[in-house]
């Protein structure tokens, strides 16, 4: 007996109870498939067309505008140094470094590295949480340039849908030049240009493997890591990647825009 309400706690349910909550449970899982077909949906249509990426640059990207918005909130004034070159004027030794830095399997796959996307979702499941990245440089590239850095699994749904969108449209190449301009690699520095000049005084078709290595060990927390200036943690990444460096190789062809 429930000394508060009365009722005997072992007490069978009437079978006008169990019908009512048969009816309910019946109407949940007929709602379920609706609510995800309308979350797929939504995704799905509010997808922003990536082919003008064929023939422009962007002029700004979602992470960058994101930047911008968190330096008004503290009341000062946005930075943002950048400079775009061409697929062809960057340094080969920084595309190995960064393909090895980033995504190794990026000439292979088509945007999404299933194996590697398992391996992230089994460790996030068994932690209990979403952490792990597992992201692919065309994934990052989608989510830098349209989407937020949340971990939503509505975000990272249309993250996917749209680097498969990237793969159908764009050259390996295209989407590898377009990355490396757009990535930040400090506070304010854009792109591979602005990096390389801002802490090795060159151009980024100049740097050796070294500092390409270096530059693509602060991919990782490029606020944090500062390769004028760098830790023990960034240099240990620095060797790691240098002795990876020779097993990978960058798209060949040119990524010159189509006009």
């Known amino acids: 007996?429930?000394?508060?309400?009365?009722?005997?706690?072992?007490?069978?349910?009437?079978?006008?109870?169990?019908?009512?909550?048969?009816?309910?449970?019946?109407?949940?899982?007929?709602?379920?498939?609706?609510?995800?077909?309308?979350?797929?949906?939504?995704?799905?249509?509010?997808?922003?067309?990536?082919?003008?990426?064929?023939?422009?640059?962007?002029?700004?990207?979602?992470?960058?505008?994101?930047?911008?918005?968190?330096?008004?909130?503290?009341?000062?004034p946005p930075r943002r140094v950048q400079r775009w070159v061409g697929?062809?004027?960057?340094?080969?030794?920084?595309?190995?470094?960064?393909?090895?830095?980033?995504?190794?399997?990026?000439?292979?796959?088509?945007?999404?590295?299933?194996?590697q996307l398992q391996e992230s979702l089994e460790t996030d499941w068994a932690r209990g949480r979403l952490l792990r990245g597992g992201s692919t440089i065309t994934q990052q590239l989608a989510k830098n340039l349209y989407l937020s850095p949340s971990k939503n699994p509505l975000r990272k749904l249309r993250e996917l849908i749209i680097a498969r969108r990237l793969e159908a449209e764009l050259k390996k190449s295209r989407i590898l030049e377009l990355y490396l301009n757009e990535i930040e690699w400090g506070d304010g520095i854009y792109g591979v240009e602005a990096a390389a000049r801002t802490y090795f005084h060159k151009s980024a078709g100049e740097l050796d493997s070294s500092e390409a290595a270096l530059l693509a060990a602060a991919i990782i927390n490029p606020r944090l890591l500062n390769p004028a200036r760098p830790t023990p943690r960034l240099i240990r990444r620095q060797q790691l990647i240098l002795r990876r460096m020779g097993a990978v190789v960058p798209p060949q062809e040119s990524a010159q825009l189509e006009r």
């Open 1 to 76: 007996m429930d000394p508060d309400s009365g009722v005997r706690s072992g007490a069978p349910l009437t079978p006008q109870v169990k019908a009512g909550a048969g009816r309910y449970l019946r109407r949940a899982a007929l709602a379920i498939p609706g609510v995800i077909f309308a979350g797929l949906a939504y995704a799905y249509l509010s997808l922003p067309d990536v082919r003008p990426l064929k023939t422009t640059n962007p002029s700004s990207t979602a992470f960058i505008d994101l930047r911008a918005r968190e330096a008004k909130a503290k009341g000062q």
């Open 87 to 115: 697929y062809n004027h960057i340094s080969p030794e920084l595309k190995r470094a960064v393909l090895v830095a980033e995504d190794a399997a990026f000439w292979d796959h088509e945007g999404v590295d299933l194996e």
